[in-house]
């Protein structure tokens, strides 16, 4: 090697490396990112993948454990002031929190509506139209109640608040127990509390989806889960959501390429058995799609759902462009 000997060449290589290293530390640095975790919930098997397979670090992101939250309102009440930067919540009540002035943003869609489900006896009512008179277990002081309402009134004519008996419940779980218990005549919940009450008990049915009732009043997709991303993160570092887009979108392709294996490796993190997060998902009732607000199709189904809102006063108005992180 003409002199320079092995040790000389490693040494030089490493010196050379190091300088080029020092002469671009703001490229190599990844930008660190605040997020939580609702616990337990349906929630905790994306983020679970994102962490097992570095999909932050792989988009130049620190993602570290997210501080865990088990009451919703603490969960969402912690991102509006600002404690943590990115938020898996339902698209609805970050649009309500945009339009009262919060610095927040839409990031992407990860599910649709049809994993939001009213249950019944199969012995009893046989789809919503029968409500009338009847009572229904369901979480009332939720968006989702607020939309459910919405809905079956648009499509069928009847205000369940007022042509049927609402009993009130504390948790989504708690009104699927009640209909098995055959307490109520029907319980409105969401997956994957909806597939644990049809195992459970075989001779419940599901009488009604949000996103098939959505769809029969001619307005597309329904979303409902999705990203929130806090402004100020956005502010300081350009670029940064399509970085935390990247890394959804890879988390949903791994998840939906295997669910099984998914599920298996991390369902036990959610507090759901492994059996009911397949079935949930194998019934297409809860589905994972990435639907980026980069892309004008997804935000064009925001948008149709926020007017949908608006028009039954569960948004002071529709959102605009405003509302997305592209």
């Known amino acids: ?11 030089g290589s490493a010196a050379a490396a190091a300088l080029l290293a020092a002469g671009r530390p ?14 337990p919930g349906f929630t905790v098997l994306p983020v679970q993948y994102i962490l097992a397979n570095k999909l932050g670090q792989k988009h130049g992101l620190t993602l570290p454990d997210p501080a865990p939250y088990t009451a919703v309102s603490t969960y969402y009440n912690d991102f509006v002031a600002g404690n943590y930067d990115v938020c898996i919540g339902s698209w609805d009540t970050f649009a309500a929190r945009h339009q009262a002035g919060v610095p927040i943003k839409y990031l992407c869609t ?13 012995s009893g009512v046989a789809d919503v139209t029968q409500l009338r008179g009847k009572t229904i277990a369901a979480l009332q002081s939720t968006g989702t109640y607020r939309m459910v309402r919405a809905l079956i009134k648009e499509g069928s004519g009847l205000d369940i608040e ?19 218990a055959d307490r109520a005549d029907a319980a409105l919940s969401w997956e994957p509390n909806i597939t644990t009450g049809l195992v459970k ?22 979303p409902y889960f999705g990203v ?14 399509a970085k935390i887009a990247a890394v959804f979108e890879d988390c949903l392709k791994g998840i ?13 993190k959610t507090g759901v058995a492994n059996d009911i997060l397949k079935e949930a998902m ?16 997804s935000r064009k189904s925001v948008l149709k759902a926020s007017e949908f809102l608006a028009r039954n006063g569960l948004l002071t108005k529709p959102v605009d462009d405003s509302f997305f992180a592209i």
């Open 228 to 241: 929130g991303i806090r402004q100020e993160l956005l502010d300081k570092n350009p670029g940064i959501a």
């Open 1 to 11: 090697m003409n002199g320079l000997t092995r040790r000389d060449f490693a040494f």
């Open 201 to 222: 008990k075989p001779d419940l049915r599901v009488i009604f989806k949000a996103g098939d009732a959505y769809h029969k009043i001619g307005e597309g997709d329904l």
């Open 162 to 180: 007022k042509d049927a008996t609402i009993q009130n419940v504390d948790n989504p779980a708690a009104s699927v127990t009640l209909v098995m």
């Open 256 to 268: 939906n390429a295997d669910t099984a294996k998914a599920v298996d490796l991390f369902g036990a």
């Open 282 to 297: 194998g019934s297409k009732r809860l589905t994972f799609n990435f639907r980026p607000m980069s892309d004008p199709a």
């Open 110 to 122: 990860i599910t649709d509506a049809n994993m939001i489900a009213l249950l019944a006896p199969k």
């Open 26 to 39: 703001a490229l190599a640095a990844d930008v660190a990112v605040r997020w939580a975790s609702l616990q």
